[in-house]
C-alpha cells in the first residue's frame, strides 16, 4: 500500500517537485563523493599485462556503455508508463533521459575510439561492440529529433513511447546481427579486450566508477525532469495568457 | 601513477568526458534558469495555471 | 538591404527553433554514412578507398532532402505571397532564403565531416581536403536544390520529386567534388583543377539557381 | 507615402485559370481615401481579382495601373495584401513576426513595431511565440502588418473572417484613418464591413 501511496504522490508534479528539491543536495554530495572515491582508486589501479596505462580508458568506457544502454531501458520503461498508465511523469522522465543517454553513449563512443587508436592502429574499426553502440546512438538521435520537431508534449509523448519499445525490442536484434555481419568480415588482427577473468584490483574501481556514473545519471535526470515540469507549466501558462486575451 | 606511451589518449578520453558532462550540466542549469525568468515574468503578469485557476489554491 | 537580411535572418532563426530543420540535414547524413559500411562490409582498406565518394553521397542526399519545404511551408502559410509582394526582386528574396538554408543545414553537415571520415579510415590531413571539397560544391548542390523546391511548390509534390527532377543536374558536382576529394587522398592527379571547377560551378549555380526558382515560383502562381 | 493624387485604375480586366474564365470585362477606377467593396457569389472570382491586383496571378487581358504613387515602384509593391492566410510562423514570438514583416515590407529600420501591437491589443503578448495564438489573434497579428508598414493601397480578402465584434469594429477604425490619410481600399466581403456607404462592385453579375 505505500508503495502506491509513493507512486500516487509522485504522480503530482507539484510534489515531485517539491521532493527533487529536497533530494537534490544529498544526491549531489554523494555523487561527488563516490566519484572522487572512484577516480581515487582508478589512479591506483594497476596496469593491465597487455594494454598497459590504458586500461584506465575503460574505466570510463564501460560504465558510459552501462548508462547508454540503461537510459533506453529507462525510456523503455516510461513509455509502458506513457502508454499504458498514462502517468503523467512517464513521458517527463523519458523527454529527460534521451538527451543524458545520448551524451552518455557519445562518451562511450569517443572514448572506445581513443582506447582503440594505441590498441588497433586506427581511431574506428567497425568491431561489433562499437558498431552496435554507434546504432545506438543513432537511434538516441532519432528520438531527440522526434522530440525536437514537435514542441507539443502531448502529440509527441505517444510517438516518442512507440519509438522506445520498438528500439529496446530492436536493440537485442541489432546487436545479434552485428555480431553475425562482423564474424563474416572482420579481419582477425582486431585484437578482443576483455577475455580472462577481470582481476578484483580492477573490478572493484571499475564497479566503483559505475555506481558513480549511475548517480550522476540520475543526478542530471532529476534536474533534467525538474526543467521539464517547469517548461510544461510555462507552456500550460502561456496557454492562459493567450487565452486572457 | 604513471600512464606510459599512450599518456595523451587517457588523457584526452577523460578530457572529453569531463568536457562532455561539465557541459551537459551547463545546459541544464543554464535551461532551469531560463524557465526559472520565464515562469516568475508570467506569474508577474498575473497569469495563473489551469490547475490553480480551476481549483482555486493548490498546495 | 535591410530586408534581405530580415530574411536571411528570420530563416535561420526558424530553422533553430523548436520544428525547424537545422541539424536534421547533418543528422541524416551521418545515419546515410554510419549505414554504408554495413552493406559494404567492415574492410576498412575498401572503406577508404570509397570514402569520400561515401561522403559525397551522402551530403548530396541530405543537401537535396533538406530542401523539400523551403517554399513549400512559405506557401502553406501565405508567407510565400508576401515576400513576392517586396521591393525586392524574388531572385535576391529566393538566394537569401537559400544562403540561410545553406548556413543552417550544409555548414554543420561540413562540421561532422571529419568525424564521419575517422570512421571510413579517410586519412586526418585528407579530411581537411575532403572538408574543403565539401565547403565548395555543396552551395552548387543548395542552389541547383533551390530549383527543384521552387518546383516542388507548384506541383504540390515534395520529397522524392524533387529528388528525382534535381538528381541528374548535380552529376557535375558530385563528378568534379568526388575528383577533387581523391585527389587529395590518393593522388597522384593535383587537387587544384577539379577544386576549382567545383568553385566554378558553385558560382555558376549561385547565379542560375534563384533566376530559375524565381522563374518556377512566379510560374506556379498561375 | 500616400498623397491625395494616388488612384488605382483597372481597366478591362479579365483572368482565366485552368482554361475557366473566371471573369472579364472589368472596369473600375478608385481614388484616394475611397474604399470599393467587391461583392458576389462564391465563385465569382473575388479573390482572384484581389490577387490580379496584387500580381500574385496575371491577368490574360487588360491593365492595373496605381498613379499618383511612387513613380519606379509597381503595384503589388505599394499594396498590402490580406488574404485568407495570415503568414505567421507559430515558432516566431508575436513580436518577431510583426518586427520581420515590418522589416521586410520596408519599414525604416529605426520604425518601432509597439504601437501596431497596441493597436491590435496584442501588446501584452509579445513575447509569446505564435503558436499559442488563437485564430482570431492570428488574423489581429496580421493585420497589425498593415499599421506597421504604410502603403497607400490596402487589398484585404475577408477581412473580418475570425474576428470578433470587437475586433471587427477595431478593423473598421483602422480602415476609416486609412481612407482618412489618402489611403485606398479594394475589399472582398460577404458581409457588411464596417465603412459608411462605401462603392461597391458586384461581380458575377454581367457574366
Redesign the interface.
Known amino acids: 500500500m505505500a508503495l502506491i501511496d509513493i507512486f500516487n504522490n509522485l504522480a503530482n508534479p507539484t510534489r515531485f517537485l517539491a521532493l527533487t528539491n529536497r533530494v537534490l543536495p544529498w544526491l549531489t554530495a554523494l555523487t561527488v563523493i563516490v566519484l572522487v572515491y572512484g577516480l581515487y582508486r582508478v589512479a591506483y589501479a594497476p596496469d593491465d599485462y597487455q594494454q598497459g596505462a590504458t586500461v584506465k580508458i575503460m574505466f570510463l568506457h564501460v560504465p558510459a556503455a552501462w548508462l547508454a544502454m540503461m537510459g533506453w531501458g529507462l525510456m523503455a520503461v516510461a513509455a509502458f508508463g506513457t502508454l499504458v498508465w498514462r502517468h503523467p511523469l512517464a513521458d517527463v522522465a523519458a523527454r529527460a533521459a534521451a538527451p543524458i543517454g545520448a551524451a552518455f553513449t557519445f562518451i562511450c563512443l569517443v572514448t572506445g575510439s581513443l582506447w582503440g587508436r594505441p590498441m588497433w592502429g586506427t581511431y574506428w574499426v567497425w568491431d561489433a561492440r562499437l558498431t552496435s553502440v554507434l546504432v545506438l546512438f543513432l537511434l538516441y538521435l532519432g528520438m531527440l529529433a522526434l522530440y525536437w520537431t514537435a514542441e507539443d508534449p502531448n502529440r509527441s509523448a505517444r510517438a516518442a513511447a512507440i519509438l522506445a519499445l520498438v528500439g529496446a525490442i530492436n536493440i537485442p536484434i541489432i546487436k545479434f546481427s552485428v555480431d553475425w555481419w562482423n564474424t563474416l568480415h572482420q579481419p582477425a588482427s582486431v585484437i578482443r579486450m576483455g577475455g580472462s577473468a577481470i582481476d578484483p584490483s580492477i573490478l572493484v574501481p571499475l564497479l566503483i566508477m559505475a555506481l558513480a556514473f549511475t548517480l550522476l545519471f540520475l543526478l542530471l535526470l532529476l534536474l533534467n525532469m525538474r526543467n521539464e515540469i517547469l517548461r510544461r507549466r510555462v507552456r500550460s501558462m502561456r496557454m492562459m495568457q493567450a487565452a486572457s486575451i | 601513477m604513471t600512464l606510459g606511451p599512450h599518456a595523451s589518449f587517457i588523457v584526452a578520453a577523460y578530457i572529453v568526458t569531463v568536457v562532455v558532462v561539465i557541459s551537459m550540466i551547463a545546459w541544464i542549469l543554464r535551461d532551469y534558469a531560463a524557465q526559472r525568468r520565464i515562469l516568475g515574468d508570467l506569474e508577474q503578469r498575473g497569469i495563473k495555471r489551469r490547475s490553480q485557476a480551476s481549483r482555486g489554491d493548490e498546495t | 538591404m535591410n530586408a534581405l537580411l530580415a530574411l536571411l535572418l528570420r530563416d535561420m532563426r526558424l530553422a533553430t527553433r523548436v520544428g525547424g530543420g537545422a541539424l536534421m540535414g547533418a543528422l541524416f547524413y551521418f545515419v546515410v554514412v554510419s549505414m554504408i559500411p554495413f552493406a559494404i562490409g567492415p574492410d576498412l582498406n575498401l572503406l577508404a578507398r570509397i570514402g569520400p565518394a561515401v561522403l559525397w553521397i551522402g551530403a548530396l542526399l541530405a543537401s537535396l532532402l533538406a530542401l523539400d519545404r523551403l517554399f513549400a511551408s512559405d506557401h502553406d502559410d501565405g508567407s510565400l505571397d508576401l515576400l513576392t509582394m517586396s521591393t525586392l526582386p524574388l531572385e535576391l528574396t529566393v538566394a537569401a532564403k537559400a544562403i540561410a538554408h545553406w548556413l543552417t543545414t550544409a555548414l554543420p553537415l561540413i562540421v561532422i565531416t571529419p568525424v564521419l571520415g575517422l570512421m571510413l579510415n579517410v586519412d586526418m590531413s585528407a579530411m581537411g581536403f575532403v572538408a574543403l571539397s565539401l565547403v565548395a560544391g555543396t552551395p552548387a548542390l543548395t542552389f541547383i536544390g533551390l530549383i527543384g523546391a521552387a518546383l516542388s511548390v507548384t506541383l504540390r509534390r515534395g520529397g522524392l520529386l524533387m529528388a528525382i527532377l534535381v538528381l541528374p543536374l548535380t552529376v557535375p558536382v558530385l563528378i568534379f567534388g568526388v575528383a577533387a576529394a581523391n585527389a587529395a587522398i590518393v593522388g597522384p592527379a593535383p587537387f587544384g583543377p577539379p577544386f576549382t571547377i567545383l568553385c566554378a560551378l558553385s558560382l555558376a549555380s549561385f547565379v542560375l539557381g534563384p533566376f530559375a526558382a524565381a522563374a518556377a515560383l512566379r510560374q506556379g502562381q498561375e | 507615402m500616400t498623397s491625395d493624387s494616388t488612384r488605382l485604375v483597372c481597366e478591362n480586366l479579365a483572368c482565366e485559370?485552368g482554361g475557366r474564365l473566371v471573369f472579364s470585362g472589368i472596369n473600375f477606377a478608385v481614388k484616394a481615401g475611397e474604399a470599393l467593396i467587391l461583392t458576389g457569389r462564391n465563385g465569382a472570382g473575388k479573390s482572384t481579382l484581389l490577387?490580379v491586383v496584387?500580381?500574385?496571378?496575371?491577368a490574360s487581358a487588360g491593365r492595373i495601373k496605381l498613379t499618383g504613387g511612387i513613380d519606379e515602384?509597381g503595384t503589388?509593391?505599394q499594396?498590402h495584401?490580406q488574404?485568407?492566410?495570415?503568414?505567421?510562423?507559430?515558432?516566431?514570438t508575436v513580436a518577431?513576426n510583426l518586427?520581420?514583416?515590418a522589416?521586410?515590407?520596408?519599414a525604416p529600420?529605426d520604425a518601432s513595431i509597439e504601437p501596431a501591437l497596441e493597436a491590435v491589443?496584442?501588446a501584452?503578448?509579445a513575447?509569446?511565440?505564435a503558436?499559442?495564438?488563437?485564430a482570431g489573434?492570428k488574423r489581429r497579428l496580421s493585420i497589425a502588418r498593415l499599421l506597421a508598414v504604410k502603403r497607400p493601397l490596402w487589398l484585404l480578402d475577408e477581412p473580418t473572417s475570425a474576428l470578433d465584434t470587437q475586433s471587427q469594429g477595431r478593423l473598421a477604425a483602422f480602415m476609416r484613418q486609412h481612407l482618412a490619410g489618402g489611403g485606398l481600399i479594394l475589399a472582398a466581403t460577404h458581409g457588411p464591413i464596417g465603412l459608411d456607404a462605401p462603392r461597391e462592385l458586384k461581380m458575377g453579375a454581367a457574366g
Do not use: C, N, T, V
Open positions: 485559370r490577387r496584387a500580381g500574385l496571378l496575371r515602384m503589388a509593391e499594396a495584401y488574404g485568407h492566410l495570415d503568414a505567421i510562423k507559430p515558432s516566431l518577431e518586427q520581420f514583416w522589416r521586410f515590407l520596408g529600420a491589443d496584442l501584452a503578448l513575447d509569446l511565440p503558436a499559442y495564438l488563437s489573434q
